[in-house]
């Protein structure tokens, strides 16, 4: 079964910093890959699918990259509506596997 | 309108069987390349995904729970149910069911289940 490896597991920024935020497979998953941002109580929000399209209605200070094994989400500009824990998906084969998680938090 | 709706108890007892419902709206069940997923998280952790079921009925399951699952439609009704046996209270949390698809993104509001004698 595949294995994705989140880094890092959390992190602090400022409003307007720009941040990164890793995923790597254990295996080669093409592009079959989504990112979620998931707030306090609510259910997870999809951002990005297929490694680099992004959501409708998702603002474009979001981004996604990567194919194979290895996939980045950035954001640009951090907003404060932007805190919030950040979930890589996997799906390849009709199979999931969640990474752990970032969380985001103030600095 | 696409909504999905979990619904099932709010409290099992260790050793018993869980049963969760998810209600759909809005697309059929029958649809071709339509899938339903389940996926859980528990409190202050990560999201785990469960199980997903098809249109044409193929089913996956997640490989660390996969000997305690059940997923299964009901096309006339639109749901798909969810049964977990062995309950324990490390399975405690929220669950979510959610649409597969490769460019809508619908989740229900989620469910908490506790697990407690």
């Known amino acids: 079964d595949i294995q994705m490896t989140q880094s890092p597991s959390s992190l602090s920024a400022s409003v307007g910093d720009r941040v990164t935020i890793t995923c790597r497979a254990s295996?080669?998953?093409?592009?079959?890959l989504d990112w979620y941002q998931q707030k306090p109580g609510k259910a997870p929000k999809r951002l990005i699918y297929?490694?680099?399209s992004l959501q409708s209605g998702v603002p474009s200070r979001f981004s996604g990259s990567g194919s194979g094994t290895e996939f980045t989400l950035t954001i640009s500009s951090l907003q404060p509506e932007d805190f919030a824990t950040y979930y890589c998906?996997?799906?390849?084969?009709?199979?999931?596997?969640f990474g752990q998680g970032t969380k985001v938090e103030i600095k | 309108q696409i909504t999905l709706k979990e619904s099932g108890p709010t409290l099992v007892k260790p050793t018993q069987t869980l049963t969760l419902t998810c209600t759909i709206s809005?697309?059929?069940?029958?649809?071709?390349?339509?899938?339903v997923a389940w996926i859980r998280q528990p409190p202050g952790k990560a999201l785990e995904w469960l199980a997903v079921?098809?249109?044409?009925?193929?089913?996956r399951y997640g490989p660390s729970l996969k000997s305690r699952l059940t997923i299964s439609k009901d096309t006339s009704k639109n749901q798909v149910v969810l049964t977990m046996t062995n309950m324990d209270p490390v399975d405690t949390g929220t669950y979510y069911c959610?649409?597969?698809?490769?460019?809508?993104?619908?989740w229900g509001q989620g469910t908490l289940v506790t697990v407690s004698s």
């Open positions: 295996q080669g998953i093409r592009n079959d």
């Open positions: 079921i098809y249109w044409n009925d193929d089913k």
């Open positions: 959610a649409l597969d698809s490769p460019v809508d993104d619908f």
């Open positions: 998906l996997q799906h390849d084969i009709y199979r999931w596997t």
């Open positions: 297929a490694a680099s």
């Open positions: 809005g697309f059929s069940l029958s649809t071709d390349g339509v899938g």
